[in-house]
């Protein structure tokens, strides 16, 4: 079993749709939790960040986690073409990456139609 | 602005050459990491370094090596380039205790390998 799971998609919906991305994982220990978005030909960028489990808010984005089911999902509301990437998390098992690298899933690529 | 720089964005190589993959980073962070990106196959950690001439091995190293001679530059060598080689590669580096923990990328070198 891999330690994130991720559907690599692709997903597709019209502009202003409601989109869900999700990542299960296996290891109980995650503390910290990150989504990354890659645009084409770009490197990823932090896109929203939380540790703890419940909802944390940014705009358009909300990122939930769920640590007694280990699971978290990205929601974009109003989806725009500009937010077409592909989307990847990341866990943590503390704060700091120095010696304990970040764990990525695959990434989700998704496309939004105008 | 934050800024990690690879120094060629797109290389062509022949089995067997030597090839060096540059990384430079201009935030004075302790970490840098060097990773493969793979349609189906996410982001891979090749090595990563949290201290001058300290390397560590990642999920995927052989056929790689690294070096880290200045804080700011970390370096990636394949000895022999080989066609499955032939991939996306992603400098990334973080502070030690940023508060999230953060990678930030560079742009990527796409190489293939012939």
């Known amino acids: 079993q891999k330690e994130v799971e991720q559907d690599p998609g692709p997903l597709s919906v019209p502009e202003g749709a409601i989109v869900s991305l999700n990542c299960t994982y296996s290891n109980s220990a995650f503390q910290y939790f990150m989504w990354y978005r890659q645009y084409s030909r770009k490197g990823p960028e932090l896109l929203m960040y939380t540790y703890s489990s419940g909802n944390k808010e940014d705009g358009r984005f909300t990122a939930q986690v769920d640590k007694s089911s280990k699971y978290i999902s990205l929601f974009i509301r109003d989806s725009q073409p500009s937010d077409s990437a592909t989307y990847l998390c990341?866990?943590?098992?503390?704060?700091?990456?120095?010696?304990?690298?970040?764990?990525f899933g695959k990434g989700t690529r998704l496309s939004v139609i105008a | 602005d934050v800024k990690v720089t690879q120094s060629s964005r797109y290389l062509v190589k022949r089995t067997g050459e030597k090839v060096f993959l540059e990384c430079v980073q201009d935030m004075d962070h302790e970490n840098m990491f060097w990773y493969r990106q793979d349609p189906g196959l996410g982001l891979r950690l090749i090595y990563f370094?949290?201290?001058?001439?300290?390397?560590e091995k990642g999920d995927i190293p052989e056929g790689y090596s690294v070096s880290r001679e200045k804080k700011e530059r970390f370096s990636l060598i394949l000895e022999s380039a080989s066609t499955n080689q032939t991939s996306m590669y992603l400098c990334?580096?973080?502070?030690?205790?940023?508060?999230?923990?953060?990678?930030?990328f560079g742009e990527g070198s796409r190489l293939t390998v012939l």
């Open positions: 990334a580096s973080s502070l030690d205790g940023a508060n999230t923990g953060e990678l930030f």
């Open positions: 990341a866990m943590s098992l503390n704060r700091y990456s120095g010696n304990t690298p970040l764990v």
């Open positions: 370094s949290y201290d001058v001439k300290m390397k």
